[in-house]
């Protein structure tokens, strides 16, 4: 079992910076990949940035240049840096942990954290 538990997200004009936290509690020797998904309102979920056990990044053609996503080991944090953020970045985010075919391939979810980028 994994448990995700997100923090960060709120308000911020376009141009600003945020940074989102996802906190990663239990078997996390069995993570094969680290995400972040956004979900816009009347869109589907897309999936922001990657970031797998082995630290090769992956990032969506939206979000490349502006967004860095990292992890720290030690506290077993998952970060997204968030720069030069535009409307279109408003969204729900979510952090996701996904195991692997290894253990079973089960994906689990953070709460979700609101940002918005609006003047």
């Known amino acids: 079992q994994v448990q995700l538990v997100e923090s960060g997200g709120g308000l911020v004009q376009p141009g600003g910076s945020l940074r989102l936290s996802c906190a990663v509690f239990?078997?996390?020797?069995?993570?094969?990949?680290y995400n972040w998904y956004r979900q816009a309102p009347g869109k589907e979920r897309e999936l922001a940035a990657r970031?797998?056990?082995?630290?090769?990044?992956k990032y969506a053609d939206s979000v490349k240049g502006r967004f860095t996503v990292s992890r720290d080991n030690a506290k077993n944090i998952l970060y997204l840096e968030m720069g030069s953020l535009k409307p279109e970045d408003t969204a729900v985010y979510y952090c996701?942990?996904?195991?692997?075919?290894?253990?079973?391939?089960?994906?689990?979810w953070g709460q979700g954290t609101q940002v918005t980028v609006s003047s």
């Open positions: 239990g078997s996390i020797f069995s993570i094969n990949n």
């Open positions: 996701n942990a996904n195991t692997g075919p290894a253990f079973g391939d089960y994906d689990y």
């Open positions: 970031i797998t056990a082995s630290g090769i990044t």
